[in-house]
């Protein structure tokens, strides 16, 4: 599929969607001939995958990192070394989560104080 069905799909623009290819997080598995991107449905997995780090605060090097252990995951499902840094990956999240969890409330009350004003 070509960049804006991926776009509508993931609803992330052209330009991060770009810019991702450019800085080599998720490239695009083909080209046309006069050089458009055309992704495949596990590039759009993938793109989700970053989608859903991105509120987490997450910088393109670990999502790098989350994307190479994920591919080396595919190839040997069994590696304890790998199963260990999706584990300390999968604390980092909870951890950011519950941080975003305490600011959406801190947003809450701050809210609900203007409507007091």
């Given amino acids: 599929m070509r960049i804006g069905e991926v776009a509508e ?4 623009s052209f ?3 770009r810019h991702w290819d450019d800085v080599g997080l998720v490239q695009p598995s083909a080209r046309t001939e006069g050089g458009f ?3 495949t ?3 759009v997995d993938r793109i989700l995958i970053i989608r859903r780090m991105k ?3 997450y910088t393109l090097d670990e999502m790098r990192e989350l994307l190479d252990v994920v591919d080396a995951l595919t190839v040997d499902p069994s590696d304890v070394a790998l199963r260990a840094r999706i584990d300390d990956i999968r604390d980092g999240a909870d951890q950011r989560r519950q ?3 305490e600011q959406l409330a801190m947003a809450d009350e701050f809210v609900q104080l203007l409507g007091q004003l």
């Fill in 9 to 12: 799909r993931t609803a992330l």
């Fill in 15 to 17: 330009r991060s969607l």
């Fill in 37 to 39: 991107r055309l992704y």
């Fill in 41 to 43: 449905e596990k590039d």
């Fill in 55 to 57: 509120p987490l605060g």
């Fill in 99 to 101: 941080k975003l969890t």
